[in-house]
């Protein structure tokens, strides 16, 4: 964890390539894919909800889902006013919403405290409605809570890394009640599994999710892709 914040969250320098480019539009998948069988919705309603925003929500569905105890994470919009938004408005900033992601964990296997974990050591909190190439309040920094047990939890991991110097500039995360989480077109739902070969897949998801399996192994399923 207490790498150099240049090791840790180097910024891929692609222009052309973002969150909000062409790349990211309905699309059919690269390559066929074996996946594993999902949960049902009904399977889903045992376990605990967390919630997360961290840039773009291809990469932070993809961290998640490699984390043992998490058995689903979800790609969709959270933390503002409008209702039923879409992939088009909150990517080009026409709402007040975060591209986020809804975790389904089983706490037996996994904390809250170690989804805040994954949640700081997987992208830089630091970079003010900034993660890699995406640029825009869309894909700013939060923690979701959903009792003052949690919110405690955020702050006091925050005030910690702060007070260590972790990342070499102060976090710039909001830390809110969670209200409401959209879900996301369907297209956008395991869309790094889908499309590999996708330019945003391979120059921004992929390192991502390498950075934080390389830094959190402990942290993996066995089978994490």
Same mark, same amino acid.
């Given at each position: 964890?207490?790498?150099?914040?240049?090791?840790?969250?180097?910024?891929?320098?692609?222009?052309?390539?973002?969150?909000?480019?062409?790349?990211?539009?309905? !699309?059919?998948?690269?390559?066929?894919?074996?996946?594993?069988?999902?949960?049902?919705?009904?399977?889903?309603?045992?376990? !605990?909800?967390?919630?997360?925003?961290?840039?773009?929500?291809?990469?932070?569905?993809?961290?998640?889902?490699?984390?043992?105890?998490?058995? !689903?994470?979800?790609?969709?919009?959270?933390?503002?006013?409008? +209702?039923?938004?879409?992939?088009?408005?909150?990517?080009?900033?026409?709402?007040?919403?975060?591209?986020?992601?809804?975790?389904?964990?089983?706490?037996?296997?996994?904390?809250?405290?170690?989804?805040?974990?994954?949640?700081?050591?997987?992208?830089?909190?630091?970079?003010?409605?900034?993660?890699?190439? +995406?640029?825009?309040?869309?894909?700013?920094?939060?923690?979701?809570?959903?009792?003052?047990?949690?919110?405690?939890?955020?702050?006091?991991?925050?005030?910690?890394? +702060?007070?260590?110097?972790?990342?070499?500039?102060?976090?710039?995360?909001?830390?809110?009640?969670?209200?409401?989480?959209?879900?996301?077109?369907?297209?956008?739902?395991?869309?790094?599994?889908?499309? *590999?070969?996708? *330019?945003?897949?391979?120059?921004?998801?992929?390192?991502?999710?390498?950075?934080?399996?390389?830094?959190?192994?402990?942290?993996?399923?066995?089978?994490?892709?």
């Amino acid at each position: 964890m207490k790498l150099l914040k240049s090791t840790l969250f180097a910024l891929i320098a692609l222009v052309s390539i973002s969150c909000q480019s062409k790349t990211k539009t309905q !699309e059919p998948a690269s390559e066929p894919m074996a996946q594993a069988e999902k949960p049902s919705e009904a399977e889903l309603q045992q376990y !605990e909800t967390a919630y997360f925003a961290s840039g773009c929500f291809w990469c932070v569905e993809a961290v998640f889902e490699s984390v043992k105890g998490v058995k !689903e994470a979800v790609s969709g919009y959270a933390g503002g006013a409008e +209702d039923n938004p879409t992939y088009e408005e909150v990517s080009y900033g026409k709402t007040t919403h975060a591209e986020a992601v809804e975790v389904y964990y089983d706490p037996k296997e996994v904390s809250f405290f170690e989804l805040v974990q994954v949640f700081f050591g997987s992208h830089d909190p630091t970079t003010l409605n900034r993660q890699g190439p +995406d640029r825009g309040p869309q894909y700013r920094s939060i923690a979701f809570y959903k009792d003052d047990e949690q919110k405690q939890i955020i702050e006091a991991y925050m005030k910690a890394l +702060d007070e260590s110097n972790v990342y070499g500039e102060p976090i710039v995360t909001q830390v809110e009640p969670f209200t409401k989480f959209w879900k996301a077109e369907d297209y956008h739902q395991d869309y790094e599994k889908k499309h *590999p070969n996708n *330019p945003y897949i391979t120059n921004v998801s992929v390192p991502r999710l390498n950075r934080f399996k390389e830094n959190f192994p402990k942290y993996l399923k066995e089978n994490s892709h």
